[in-house]
Every structure is written in C-alpha cells, then in structure tokens.
C-alpha cells in the first residue's frame, strides 16, 4: 500500500529546474522533509518544513532548492533551480513524527515515500 507518492523527477541539464511533489495517504500536517541518495552514498536530509511552515535546508542546497507544502491539497513541494549534476540522486519525501523536525535526524520521521529519480548531465 502506497502511503506516499512522489512526481516531478526527471533528466534535465546543468542549470535547469524541477519541481518535485509528493502527496499520499500518510501525508500530514507535521513536520515533513525531502532526502536524497546517490548510488553508493548515504541517504541525506535536504530541506525540512515544520507545522508552521517553517523551512530548513541543508547547507548544500540553500539559495537553490525550496520547500513548501499546500495542506489543502495535502502535498508537499520541493522546487529545484540551477541544478548541478551533485544534485542527481533518488529524492523521497519523508513524514515525521512530530511538529518539528531536523533533517540531520532520520529518527524523526516514520513515513517515506519509494522515490522519484533526478538527473542532472552536463
């Protein structure tokens, strides 16, 4: 049973956008965040919007990446500009448990999604 979904990956070019959505059953109010794995590297947290609608980023992806959430629509978004091929990676969303959250933290959250591939060529 699919809980969370997400869309919007792609192949683009060095410089160019997307803009990832996630929805779903599991879908909530609380804290939610975007991850992403390369091959052979480790799951990292990417951006963060709590209950508030307050957002955090990683350090690698600020001034580029925002996240934003629609609660009428139950869908969380994740808008990518001046991609860089770093960026290609399988991204998921991710529900936390709580109202607030830290993307350092894979505890914090209890549902994921299966994934949405991006990649950036050069």
């Known amino acids: 049973q699919v809980q969370l979904v997400e869309s919007g990956g792609g192949s683009v070019q060095v410089g160019g956008s997307l803009r990832l959505a996630c929805t779903g059953s599991?879908?909530?109010?609380?804290?939610m965040a975007w991850f992403r794995q390369a091959p052979g590297k480790e799951r990292e947290g990417v951006a963060s919007i709590d209950a508030w609608s307050i957002p955090g980023y990683a350090d690698f992806v600020k001034g580029r990446f925002s996240i934003s959430r629609d609660n009428a629509r139950n869908t969380l978004y994740l808008q990518m500009n001046n991609l860089k091929p770093e960026d290609t990676a399988m991204y998921y969303c991710a529900r936390a448990l709580g109202y607030r959250c830290t993307i350092s933290d894979v505890g914090d959250f209890d549902k994921w999604g299966q994934g949405t591939q991006v990649t950036v060529s050069s």
């Open positions: 599991e879908y909530s109010t609380t804290c």
